[in-house]
């Protein structure tokens, strides 16, 4: 586990594009396992202008997304589909059928898992995954819980995380109870991993996640055991580690 502290918020988005930037630079038909949440806004700008510049191109590059809130259709803007669109697809000349995110308006959620497992596998599974990282150490929606739970399910939001992500929605009581998200092992089969953390609200767990225990109640520690992952905090992020 490479780790990286950046100066700020600014820095460590800059620092974490060029990762992808090389990427995708490296193999344009490439794979982008993405992320939503508020930390990789800055980084996705970051793409968005290496794509004005002219340095990136987006016509081949294939994605899959971590994780989308069940109920919710696309053209609600707190979907994890609008905030894609919103904050890079519609930025950069990716092809729309070459972006994936498990399907939130599917009710039978055992169909919408498995068939979003098939796309992942069906696109060659992702060469580079970003992850953010929740309060409570969640990568995807993959909250605290007693065992690692290896591929896409259907989870319930802690209260913690509702409470987080309440200030997207009018109130907590709007924001969808249960999301499908990328399991475990769907994630720590990419073949590379990319961490943004940026904040001093997350240095208590960036603490816990990547230099305490491996335990499924720290869902984001198991990355411990991954060949090939880069964490790029900010200092404030990075304060509470060596
Ligand atoms: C949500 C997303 C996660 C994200 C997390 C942290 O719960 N499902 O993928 O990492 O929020 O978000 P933020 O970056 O806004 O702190």
């Known amino acids: 586990m490479r780790i990286i502290v950046a100066k700020d918020y600014d820095d460590m ?16 038909d490439c794979v982008l396992g993405l992320a ?19 340095d990136l191109d987006f016509s081949a590059v294939k994605t899959v997304n971590l994780d989308e809130y069940r109920g919710l259709p696309k053209e609600n803007d707190q979907s994890y589909y609008y905030f894609m669109h919103d904050n890079l697809f519609d930025h950069v000349n990716i092809d729309p059928a070459n972006t994936h995110l498990p399907d939130g308006t599917e009710p039978d959620s055992a169909k919408a898992c498995s068939e979003y ?5 069906s696109v ?3 060469d580079i995954q970003l992850l953010g990282l929740g309060h409570d150490g969640h990568i995807g929606f993959n909250e605290p819980c007693d065992e690692f739970v290896q591929e896409t399910q259907c989870v319930d939001l802690t209260e913690m995380t509702i409470e987080a992500n309440k200030r997207f929605f009018a109130s907590a009581d709007d924001v ?3 999301a499908y998200t990328m399991g475990i092992g769907t994630i720590m089969k990419a ?23 491996v335990t499924p109640q720290v869902p984001a520690s198991i990355l411990q055991f ?5 964490v790029v905090l900010d200092e404030a992020a990075a304060a509470k580690i060596k």
């Open 36 to 54: 939503t949440g508020s930390t990789p806004i800055g980084l996705y700008k970051n793409l968005i202008k290496g794509y004005e510049d002219g």
């Open 191 to 213: 073949k590379k991993i990319l961490v943004v953390v940026s904040g001093a609200d997350k240095a208590d767990i960036v603490k816990a996640s990547f230099c305490g225990p």
């Open 226 to 230: 991954h060949p090939d992952v880069t």
């Open 176 to 178: 969808p109870k249960q």
């Open 117 to 121: 497992e098939k796309t992942i596998a």
């Open 13 to 28: 988005s800059r620092k974490a594009a060029n990762i992808m930037a090389a990427q995708i630079i490296n193999k344009p």
């Open 124 to 126: 060659g599974g992702q």
